[in-house]
């Protein structure tokens, strides 16, 4: 069975409300009809420490959040937007997945090449075309792959108060387009695991 990991980049720890997990977990939902099963770390939980190594060491508890990363088919980037940018925890977890550039499976492809990236961004403010472009560039970099129509987002009306999680029900354009993202994200995830990128060849 195909399975999704959800990054929630959100400032707030559990059991704190999340707006950015509730956009996430309609994308885990949708992706459910799609026989995708998920789950979701929020990444502020953990003692996340900075860095570009896959482990920085004592205390570090990275590895274990990397480990459910190489382990899914399918990556649910989430973020909420701060003065117009991704979170510093997203931040930080794009860091830390930079660790990934050099390591390679056993044929010599990159360890996340055949993996799909989403992007799921929230906020009560502008910001989410440019923080889903820099996640895109960012994710692909590293070895996802970006399915089309990848990203959903929410913004609120600027220079009010209002979270996605405060709403009295989801906006209307929000439910299409997650349906769009988990159809396109299973879709090419069960065809990147049938025909995996080709291996580099030898010299």
Same mark, same amino acid.
């Given at each position: 069975m195909t399975h999704a990991l959800v990054l929630n980049c959100t400032l707030k720890p559990s059991p704190a409300a999340s707006s950015s997990e509730l956009l996430a977990q309609q994308v885990l939902d949708a992706l459910a009809? /799609?026989? %995708?099963?998920?789950?979701? %770390?929020? %990444? &502020?939980?953990? *003692? &996340?420490k #900075?860095? %570009?190594?896959?482990?920085?060491?004592?205390?570090?508890?990275?590895?274990?959040?990397?480990?459910?990363v190489l382990v899914a088919d399918i990556l649910v980037f989430a973020t909420p937007t701060w003065m117009g940018n991704m979170s510093s925890v997203a931040q930080r977890t794009l860091e830390? +997945?930079?660790?990934? +550039?050099?390591?390679? *499976?056993a044929e010599g492809r990159p360890i996340l090449a055949g993996? &799909?990236?989403v992007a799921a961004v929230v906020g009560n403010e502008d910001g989410a075309h440019a923080i889903t472009a820099a996640l895109y560039q960012g994710l692909g970099d590293v070895g996802f792959t970006i399915p089309s129509q990848g990203g959903v987002y929410w913004n609120g009306e600027a220079m009010h108060t209002t *979270? /996605?999680? *405060? +709403?009295?029900?989801? #906006?209307d354009k929000v439910p299409g387009t997650t349906q769009t993202v988990a159809r396109h994200a299973a879709h090419l995830a069960k065809l990147l695991a049938a025909q995996p990128y080709p291996a580099p060849k030898n010299g």
């Amino acid at each position: 069975m195909t399975h999704a990991l959800v990054l929630n980049c959100t400032l707030k720890p559990s059991p704190a409300a999340s707006s950015s997990e509730l956009l996430a977990q309609q994308v885990l939902d949708a992706l459910a009809a /799609y026989d %995708v099963s998920g789950e979701i %770390v929020r %990444v &502020v939980d953990f *003692d &996340v420490k #900075p860095g %570009v190594e896959a482990d920085m060491g004592e205390g570090d508890e990275w590895p274990g959040i990397r480990e459910k990363v190489l382990v899914a088919d399918i990556l649910v980037f989430a973020t909420p937007t701060w003065m117009g940018n991704m979170s510093s925890v997203a931040q930080r977890t794009l860091e830390r +997945l930079d660790a990934e +550039l050099s390591e390679t *499976d056993a044929e010599g492809r990159p360890i996340l090449a055949g993996k &799909v990236a989403v992007a799921a961004v929230v906020g009560n403010e502008d910001g989410a075309h440019a923080i889903t472009a820099a996640l895109y560039q960012g994710l692909g970099d590293v070895g996802f792959t970006i399915p089309s129509q990848g990203g959903v987002y929410w913004n609120g009306e600027a220079m009010h108060t209002t *979270d /996605y999680n *405060d +709403l009295p029900e989801t #906006p209307d354009k929000v439910p299409g387009t997650t349906q769009t993202v988990a159809r396109h994200a299973a879709h090419l995830a069960k065809l990147l695991a049938a025909q995996p990128y080709p291996a580099p060849k030898n010299g």
